[in-house]
C-alpha cells in the first residue's frame, strides 16, 4: 500500500511508462512510490521541498532523515536520491508525485511553477485531489488524468496525470526552405495547416514515413521526417508526412492529399510502395496504405483507432478523442486490408498495444511479438542494434520468422529485457524464477539494479 492507503500497484500500471529514469516527490510525502519506481526501474529520486506557496524551502532534517530511511529499508543508494530545494536544481521528470500536498493540502495552482519546467511532454504526475480544490480544471492544462479514485467528502481521491504537449501549429521558420532544398528539383513539399507532406526522389522503391509522438513535437530548422537518414542511405525515395503535434494524422486535408496522390496515379510509378511508422505513425502507416492498394506496411506499436466506439479500453491519448477517426483512412484494422502485405511489431506485454494489433485480422497480417520491450519497441529495437535490418528485409519482402527470431535473440543481452524479465517473474509470484535471472545477469557484470533485486529477495 501507499503511505496514505491507495493502492500502489493500480497507479504503476496506471502510469503507462516504458522507462522511469528520473521521479520527483514533493515534500518526500510519497516514500512508498519512490521505493517501489526504484525497484522497477532503477531511476534517480528527487524531494522537492516547498512550502505551501510553491515556494522553495529547506526540507526539515528530521523529515528528510525519515524519508532516507524509508528509501534505504527498501534499497535505494543514498547516491540515487537528492534534495532540490532551490529553483536552480530543478529538472525535468518522468514521474512527478504530489501526496498530500498540493491538490490536497495546497491549493494546485501554488505547484504551476515547478510543473511548467519540470514536465515534458511525455511525463507523468500522480495527485492527491481533495474535493473541490480545482485540481481537475487545473491539471487539464497539462494533458489528461486517468482518476484511480474519485475525490468525496472526508476522504481524498487520486488521479495520474498524462501530460501532453501544447502545440504549436506553426513550425520552425527556416524549415520551409530547408524542406524544399530536401525535394529538388523532381521532389515537392506542400506545407498544409496542421501537417506537411515531402517528396524526395530517389528510387523505384518508395517509403511512406509518418511521424512518432516524439518527433511531432520538435521545431528545429535540421528537422526531418521520420526515419529520414536510414531511408536514404538505403537509396530509396522518400515520401514523409510530417504533423505539428499529436494529431495522429486525422484532418481533413491529409485525407484529400492522400486521395490526390492515389488519383494522379502517384504511387504507380514505383515498383514497391511501404507505408512506414511507428505509434502514432503506425496507425497513420496501417491507415494510409490504402491509398495504394498492394503495398507493404510496417508498423511498429501501432494503434487500429483512437475511436472510442471501437476501442473503448483505450485510455491513452486523451488529447485526440475529438478527433474524427471516421471515414476510409479512419479504422487502420480494416484499411489495411487493401495492402499487400501488413507487419505489425508489438510488445505483447503491453496490454494496450497487444488488444490494437488483435484487430488486424486480415488474411495479409503477420503479427511480430516482441516481448518486454515496452511501447517505445523501435527505441529499444534501436539500441539493439537490429531496427535497420528488420525495417530493410520487411521493406524488401524478405523478412522471414527465423531471420526475425535470431535477430531478436538479442534482447536476452538488453538492460531493459533483463529488468522487465525480472519484474514479470515477481508480478507473478515467482521470486525464485527472479533470482535465477538475478544470478545469471551478476555473473556476466556487476549490476546495482540486480544486485539490489537479489538482495531483497
Same mark, same amino acid.
Given at each position: 500500500?501507499?503511505?496514505?492507503?491507495?493502492?500502489?500497484?493500480?497507479?504503476?500500471?496506471?502510469?503507462?511508462?516504458?522507462?522511469?529514469?528520473?521521479?520527483?516527490?514533493?515534500?518526500?510525502?510519497?516514500?512508498?512510490?519512490?521505493?517501489?519506481?526504484?525497484?522497477?526501474?532503477?531511476?534517480?529520486?528527487?524531494?522537492?521541498?516547498?512550502?505551501?506557496?510553491?515556494?522553495?524551502?529547506? *526540507?526539515?532534517?528530521?523529515?528528510?532523515?525519515?524519508?532516507?530511511?524509508?528509501?534505504?529499508?527498501?534499497?535505494?543508494?543514498?547516491?540515487?536520491?537528492?534534495?532540490?530545494?532551490?529553483?536552480?536544481?530543478?529538472?525535468? $521528470?518522468?514521474?512527478? !508525485?504530489?501526496?498530500?500536498? %498540493?491538490?490536497?493540502?495546497?491549493?494546485?495552482?501554488?505547484?504551476? $511553477?515547478?510543473?511548467?519546467?519540470?514536465?515534458?511532454? *511525455?511525463?507523468?504526475?500522480?495527485?492527491?485531489?481533495?474535493?473541490?480544490?480545482?485540481?481537475?480544471?487545473?491539471?487539464?492544462?497539462?494533458?489528461?488524468?486517468?482518476? /484511480?479514485?474519485?475525490?468525496?467528502?472526508?476522504?481524498?481521491?487520486?488521479?495520474?496525470?498524462?501530460?501532453?504537449?501544447?502545440?504549436?501549429?506553426?513550425?520552425?521558420?527556416?524549415?520551409?526552405?530547408?524542406?524544399?532544398?530536401?525535394?529538388?528539383?523532381?521532389?515537392?513539399?506542400?506545407?498544409?495547416?496542421?501537417?506537411?507532406?515531402?517528396?524526395?526522389?530517389?528510387?523505384?522503391?518508395?517509403?511512406?514515413?509518418?511521424?512518432?509522438?516524439?518527433?511531432? !513535437?520538435?521545431?528545429?530548422?535540421?528537422?526531418?521526417?521520420?526515419?529520414?537518414?536510414?531511408?536514404?542511405?538505403?537509396?530509396?525515395?522518400?515520401?514523409?508526412? !510530417?504533423?505539428?503535434?499529436?494529431?495522429?494524422?486525422? +484532418?481533413?486535408?491529409?485525407?484529400?492529399?492522400?486521395?490526390?496522390?492515389?488519383?494522379?496515379?502517384?504511387?504507380?510509378?514505383?515498383?514497391?510502395?511501404?507505408?512506414?511508422?511507428?505509434?502514432?505513425?503506425?496507425?497513420?502507416?496501417?491507415?494510409?496504405?490504402?491509398?495504394?492498394?498492394?503495398?507493404?506496411?510496417?508498423?511498429?506499436?501501432?494503434?487500429?483507432?483512437?475511436?472510442?466506439?471501437?476501442?473503448?479500453?483505450?485510455?491513452?491519448?486523451?488529447?485526440?478523442?475529438?478527433?474524427? %477517426?471516421?471515414?476510409?483512412?479512419?479504422?487502420?484494422?480494416?484499411?489495411?486490408?487493401?495492402?499487400?502485405?501488413? +507487419?505489425? !511489431?508489438?510488445?505483447? $506485454?503491453?496490454?494496450?498495444?497487444?488488444? +490494437?494489433?488483435?484487430?488486424?485480422?486480415?488474411?495479409?497480417?503477420?503479427?511480430?511479438?516482441?516481448?518486454? *520491450?515496452?511501447?517505445? /519497441?523501435?527505441?529499444?529495437?534501436?539500441?539493439?542494434?537490429? /531496427?535497420?535490418?528488420?525495417?530493410?528485409?520487411?521493406?524488401?519482402?524478405?523478412?522471414?520468422? +527465423?531471420?526475425?527470431?535470431?535477430?531478436?535473440?538479442?534482447?536476452?543481452?538488453?538492460?531493459?529485457?533483463?529488468?522487465?524479465?525480472?519484474? *514479470?517473474?515477481?508480478?507473478?509470484?515467482?521470486?525464485?524464477?527472479?533470482?535465477?535471472?538475478?544470478?545469471?545477469?551478476?555473473?556476466?557484470?556487476?549490476?546495482?539494479?540486480?544486485?539490489?533485486?537479489?538482495?531483497?529477495?
Amino acid at each position: 500500500m501507499l503511505d496514505n492507503g491507495f493502492d500502489y500497484q493500480t497507479v504503476l500500471a496506471a502510469l503507462d511508462a516504458d522507462e522511469v529514469e528520473s521521479v520527483a516527490d514533493v515534500n518526500g510525502e510519497a516514500p512508498g512510490l519512490a521505493v517501489l519506481l526504484h525497484q522497477r526501474y532503477g531511476c534517480s529520486i528527487d524531494v522537492v521541498s516547498l512550502d505551501g506557496s510553491g515556494a522553495f524551502v529547506s *526540507l526539515p532534517q528530521a523529515k528528510l532523515a525519515e524519508y532516507l530511511s524509508r528509501l534505504e529499508q527498501g534499497g535505494v543508494d543514498r547516491e540515487a536520491v537528492r534534495v532540490v530545494d532551490q529553483p536552480n536544481r530543478l529538472r525535468q $521528470y518522468d514521474v512527478l !508525485m504530489s501526496l498530500q500536498g %498540493f491538490g490536497a493540502v495546497h491549493a494546485p495552482r501554488k505547484l504551476k $511553477y515547478v510543473l511548467d519546467r519540470a514536465l515534458h511532454p *511525455l511525463s507523468r504526475a500522480v495527485f492527491e485531489i481533495r474535493k473541490g480544490s480545482g485540481s481537475y480544471p487545473f491539471l487539464k492544462s497539462y494533458g489528461g488524468c486517468n482518476t /484511480l479514485k474519485l475525490p468525496e467528502d472526508g476522504c481524498n481521491g487520486l488521479a495520474v496525470l498524462s501530460v501532453e504537449p501544447q502545440e504549436d501549429a506553426e513550425p520552425f521558420e527556416g524549415w520551409a526552405q530547408t524542406a524544399q532544398a530536401l525535394a529538388g528539383k523532381e521532389g515537392f513539399f506542400d506545407a498544409l495547416e496542421e501537417h506537411s507532406f515531402l517528396f524526395m526522389p530517389r528510387g523505384k522503391t518508395l517509403v511512406v514515413t509518418f511521424d512518432n509522438l516524439d518527433i511531432a !513535437m520538435a521545431k528545429r530548422e535540421d528537422r526531418r521526417p521520420w526515419g529520414y537518414g536510414f531511408i536514404e542511405s538505403q537509396g530509396w525515395s522518400m515520401l514523409g508526412v !510530417m504533423a505539428n503535434g499529436w494529431t495522429w494524422f486525422r +484532418h481533413p486535408e491529409v485525407t484529400r492529399k492522400f486521395e490526390a496522390l492515389r488519383d494522379s496515379g502517384f504511387f504507380t510509378q514505383f515498383s514497391r510502395v511501404v507505408f512506414y511508422g511507428a505509434s502514432m505513425g503506425g496507425y497513420a502507416a496501417a491507415a494510409y496504405a490504402a491509398a495504394a492498394p498492394g503495398s507493404i506496411v510496417f508498423a511498429i506499436s501501432p494503434q487500429s483507432t483512437l475511436d472510442k466506439t471501437l476501442v473503448p479500453w483505450e485510455m491513452r491519448y486523451k488529447k485526440v478523442w475529438d478527433r474524427d %477517426f471516421s471515414g476510409p483512412f479512419g479504422d487502420a484494422a480494416q484499411a489495411s486490408r487493401a495492402a499487400g502485405e501488413v +507487419h505489425i !511489431m508489438f510488445d505483447p $506485454y503491453v496490454a494496450p498495444d497487444a488488444a +490494437h494489433a488483435a484487430r488486424f485480422t486480415g488474411a495479409n497480417v503477420r503479427l511480430w511479438r516482441c516481448p518486454l *520491450l515496452g511501447h517505445r /519497441l523501435g527505441s529499444s529495437l534501436q539500441q539493439m542494434g537490429i /531496427l535497420q535490418e528488420i525495417a530493410r528485409d520487411a521493406i524488401a519482402g524478405g523478412l522471414t520468422a +527465423h531471420q526475425f527470431h535470431r535477430l531478436l535473440r538479442k534482447r536476452h543481452g538488453f538492460p531493459r529485457f533483463q529488468r522487465e524479465l525480472a519484474n *514479470l517473474a515477481l508480478d507473478r509470484g515467482h521470486p525464485r524464477l527472479a533470482q535465477r535471472v538475478c544470478d545469471y545477469i551478476l555473473r556476466q557484470r556487476d549490476d546495482r539494479f540486480f544486485r539490489r533485486m537479489k538482495a531483497r529477495l
